[in-house]
């Protein structure tokens, strides 16, 4: 199998790096990016080869690995250099997918989310397979003997998971790192050293991303509705919050 991934950053290299180690049958991979530097530090970094935007090479399967204002466009300009199947890395499903079926309708399609951060693999990768078959079955395969967990599934249920997986969760660490003070560690609580750290992960990577994610899904207006209720609320209305919180 020969696999084009456009996009050299994190997830593709996590995708190329995965796939050919995890399956059975040889692997080749060529990397494609806006920026010819990337791309070709990516091959040299994984014993792959670097191809040009405009090369009219083709392949088995072509992975578009882009941030999501990007994704649909990109797979409209590569779902031709795809001779068997398209794999999108966007996490983002509904947009990606219509973009699949209109340019690579007789192709297999199949849009994946990696749940985590490459330098935490493995992990849950969410997928939803819209037209499968045998080099789908291989891609799968091979994720998970490198021991990710495939959790297929349709994309309107992955965005509206996102919107609170992602939007809000990252609204709510965000928010608490913006109004929280400078504390000493000797007057930190379990629950706020925990918050911290978040904190610290979340705002340790590149906030494109993050803004591309805020942007894509709703949950950050939620939060903030759930915010001014509890600042607004009397002793009575907290403990009827506090418990609608835990879900009692």
């Known amino acids: 199998m020969n696999v084009l991934v456009v996009g050299a950053g994190e997830m593709g290299r996590w995708f190329a790096t ?33 191809v040009a935007l405009d090369s009219e090479d083709t392949f088995d ?14 797979i409209a300009q590569f779902a031709g250099r795809a001779r068997a199947a398209i794999v999108d890395l966007a996490g983002y499903m ?11 309708s007789e192709h297999e399609r199949v849009s994946l989310h990696p749940l985590f951060a490459a330098e935490n693999a493995p992990g849950n990768v969410a997928a939803v397979v819209d037209s499968g078959g045998p080099t789908v079955d291989a891609i799968c395969e091979a994720l998970s003997a490198r021991g990710n967990t495939w959790v297929e599934t349709d994309a309107a249920t992955h965005d509206h998971a996102m919107e609170t997986v992602q939007a809000a ?17 000797e007057f930190q609580t379990p629950v706020s050293a925990g918050l ?9 990577n590149d906030p494109r991303v993050y803004a591309d994610i805020q942007a894509t899904f709703e949950g950050a207006a939620a939060v903030a509705d759930a ?22």
Do not use: K, W
């Open 196 to 204: 911290f750290d978040l904190v610290e992960q979340v705002t340790g």
């Open 61 to 74: 399967v072509v992975c578009v690995a882009v941030p999501i204002p990007a994704a649909e466009e990109v």
């Open 94 to 104: 509904a947009g990606p997918l219509a973009a699949m079926r209109e340019h690579a």
């Open 227 to 248: 915010a001014e209720r509890i600042a607004e609320a009397d002793r009575e209305a907290f403990e009827d919050l506090y418990r609608e919180a835990s879900h009692e």
């Open 18 to 50: 995965a796939l050919r180690d995890g399956s059975d049958a040889t692997v080749e991979i060529a990397f494609s990016d806006a920026d010819p530097a990337v791309a070709e530090a990516a091959a040299d970094a994984l014993d792959a080869r670097a």
């Open 169 to 185: 969760a990252h609204t709510a660490v965000l928010a608490f790192g913006l109004a929280a003070a400078n504390v000493p560690t």
